[in-house]
T-cell receptor, first 110, second 117 residues
Framework: GQQVMQIPQYQHVQEGEDFTTYCNSS?????IQWYKQRPGGHPVFLIQ?????EVKKQKRLTFQFGEAKKNSSLHITATQTTDVGTYFC??????????FGQGTELSVKP | GAVVSQHPSWVICKSGTSVKIECRSL??????MFWYRQFPKKSLMLMAT?????????EQGVEKDKFLINHASLTLSTLTVTSAHPEDSSFYIC?????????????FGPGTRLTVL
């Protein structure tokens, strides 16, 4: 079945440093979604990318969807302590079910 | 945005008892709700898709007799963990899609942390 892989699993950065997490799917995705889960919380929708090569920005967050629509990335510029959490990418499989990547846990040292 | 609630937020029970978890869409109708399970430091694993007015669709490896799902209305789905055992301890999260809004965004409930002693 479809697999969504995410790397790295953990990332520790100093506040102010940049952070990137990468997502790769074994199959072409119709769209990709990104979620953030704070420690002890539940996943919160961040964004959805639909078009091949699409780039979207939300303040310090930049999301990219690959040309082949099989990979995506989330880049955070100048991390802050409020960015702490686990970032998940997710894509729909052919059955219409949302499949999550393993997540990247970000910790930020002040 | 759309709001999904879950009740209870946490529950501790003895081994062998059954636990019911409710998932409600508060300001929209959800013909389909999803139940996920999450272990500490792990990703969300889809357990089943709950369809209003019909039987739930379970993912491979998920025991339907163990995890009973009922979707009685367009705003309520319940997950009952029957004869719970310590290995059922986990974070259970439901989500719903608002099809009338046309998007594929899933709105997640706050989750229910189940601890089975």
């Amino acid at each position: 079945g479809q697999q969504v892989m995410q790397i790295p699993q953990y990332q520790h950065v100093q506040e102010g440093e940049d952070f990137t997490t990468y997502c790769n799917s074994s199959t072409t995705l119709s769209n990709i979604q990104w979620y953030k889960q704070r420690p002890g919380g539940h996943p919160v929708f961040l964004i959805q990318l639909v078009k091949s090569g699409e780039v979207k920005k939300q303040k310090r967050l930049t999301f990219q969807f690959g040309e082949a629509k099989k990979n995506s990335s989330l880049h955070i510029t100048a991390t802050q302590t409020t960015d702490v959490g686990t970032y998940f990418c997710a894509g729909y499989n052919q059955g219409g079910k949302l499949i999550f990547g393993q997540g990247t846990e970000l910790s930020v040292k002040p | 945005g759309a709001v999904v609630s879950q009740h209870p937020s946490w529950v501790i029970c003895k081994s062998g008892t059954s636990v019911k978890i409710e998932c409600r869409s508060l300001d929209f109708q959800a013909t389909t709700m999803f139940w996920y399970r999450q272990f500490p430091k792990k990703s969300l694993m889809l357990m089943a898709t709950s369809n209003e007015g019909s039987k739930a669709t379970y993912e491979q490896g998920v025991e339907k007799d163990k995890f009973l799902i009922n979707h009685a209305s367009l705003t309520l789905s319940t997950l009952t963990v029957t004869s719970a055992h310590p290995e059922d301890s986990s974070f259970y999260i439901c989500s719903a899609r608002d099809l009338y809004r046309g998007g594929r965004e899933q709105f997640f409930g706050p989750g229910t942390r189940l601890t089975v002693l």
